[in-house]
């Protein structure tokens, strides 16, 4: 089992950075292997992915987030960040951790991400 835990969430003015966290911990064997995500969901809208790593470090970025946003992972510390900058109010969701691993789905809680215009 792996447990995700997100953090960095907050409330920013449109053109301003956040930098989101999640950490991993539970089975080592998994979360070395894991593909790790960030998705966002807005009020009304689906879950939508936003950036992928897999454990080799090749990353995904859906095309509204393209050169706006950074993912990387540190492996030794099983983390996983989301640096997001030119921010704008369509970004405001709830953010969320995801670890894909053969056929497991981990979730983080999920943290809020408030653009004000």
């Known amino acids: 089992q792996v447990q995700l835990v997100e953090s960095g969430g907050g409330l920013v003015q449109a053109g301003g950075s956040l930098r989101l966290s999640c950490r991993a911990s539970g089975s080592f064997s998994r979360i070395v292997i894991m593909t790790m995500n960030w998705y966002r969901q807005a009020p009304g809208n689906q879950r939508e992915l936003v950036a992928g790593?897999?454990?080799?470090?090749?990353?995904n970025y859906a095309d509204s987030v393209k050169g706006r946003f950074t993912i990387s992972r540190d492996s030794a510390r099983n983390t996983v960040s989301l640096e997001m900058t030119s921010l704008i109010p369509e970004d405001t969701a709830v953010y969320y951790c995801n670890g894909v691993v053969r056929r497991e789905n981990y979730w983080g809680q999920g943290t809020q991400v408030t653009v004000s215009s």
């Open positions: 790593i897999t454990s080799g470090g090749s990353t």
